[in-house]
């Protein structure tokens, strides 16, 4: 795992192990954290090491297998999505100062899914609909929430939602707005039915929707008036 300086390319620090990095290493607060091993194997090791200099903090084996980069919240604890061969999903949380695991929330019947942290939560959001938010300092399920599909085939490709001005906008059948803080529906995007397989918001919330099959669109914010007594 190499560090580069931004502006001029050099290189800070690197990490070097016997071990394979398939998977992106990520900045947590002061720290990086990073997967060892190839995705989905048994054999994983998470490192943490110093974000400024590169110093291994701590090396913990994982017994069951990684299948994507940690996901940092409530500051001090790293979130993995894990799969185990007998159970299915799950996720892991890790303390990020001494790298003992503090959590295993299981997401029983989840086939793909991707992570996002949101203040003290992790959302997770997967295929068929499905969404939820678990607390990332002991692993419970604040809320859930299966959204009603128009149909079964429409998956997108990246299922990341974007956190913008204290909204999530999901992508499912089509993108649906959500309350990070009770899963209720904001909004939901009525447009040309194009399945959301990329997802991007600006920050003055404008949606941006890209097909797998080459069709784009854009959606701004319509203005709204109403009578005060």
């Known amino acids: 795992v190499y560090a580069l300086d931004a502006e001029a390319g050099e290189t800070m620090w690197r990490l070097t192990a016997r071990a394979t990095f398939e998977l992106p290493a990520v900045a947590v607060r002061d720290r990086v954290v990073a997967c060892g091993g190839p995705p989905g194997g048994r054999d994983a090791r998470l490192f943490c090491a110093d974000l400024a200099s590169g110093r291994?903090?701590?090396?913990?084996?994982?017994?069951?297998?990684?299948?994507?980069?940690?996901?940092?919240?409530?500051?001090?604890?790293?979130?993995?999505?894990?799969?185990?061969?007998?159970?299915?999903?799950?996720?892991?949380?890790?303390?990020?100062?001494?790298?003992?695991?503090?959590?295993?929330?299981?997401?029983?019947?989840?086939?793909?899914?991707?992570?996002?942290?949101?203040?003290?939560?992790?959302?997770?959001?997967?295929?068929?609909?499905?969404?939820?938010?678990?607390?990332?300092?002991?692993?419970?399920?604040?809320?859930?929430?299966?959204?009603?599909?128009?149909?079964?085939?429409?998956?997108?490709?990246?299922?990341?939602?974007?956190?913008?001005?204290?909204?999530?906008?999901?992508?499912?059948?089509?993108?649906?707005?959500?309350?990070?803080?009770?899963?209720?529906?904001?909004?939901r995007l009525r447009g040309e039915g194009l399945v959301p397989d990329l997802l991007r918001v600006d920050e003055r919330a404008g949606i941006y929707v890209a097909e797998e099959s080459g069709y784009l669109a854009a959606y701004g914010v319509a203005a709204r008036l109403a009578v005060v007594k």
């Open 56 to 187: 291994l903090r701590w090396v913990e084996p994982l017994d069951v297998g990684v299948i994507g980069p940690a996901v940092g919240a409530a500051q001090t604890v790293a979130v993995i999505p894990c799969r185990d061969e007998k159970r299915g999903s799950l996720l892991v949380g890790v303390d990020l100062d001494s790298g003992k695991e503090r959590f295993r929330t299981w997401l029983d019947g989840w086939g793909a899914f991707a992570l996002l942290g949101v203040d003290e939560d992790v959302v997770v959001c997967g295929a068929g609909g499905r969404l939820c938010s678990v607390n990332a300092r002991d692993g419970s399920v604040r809320w859930n929430r299966l959204f009603e599909r128009e149909s079964n085939d429409d998956v997108p490709r990246r299922l990341e939602p974007v956190l913008r001005g204290g909204a999530l906008f999901v992508p499912a059948d089509t993108v649906y707005v959500i309350s990070p803080r009770d899963g209720s529906v904001i909004h």
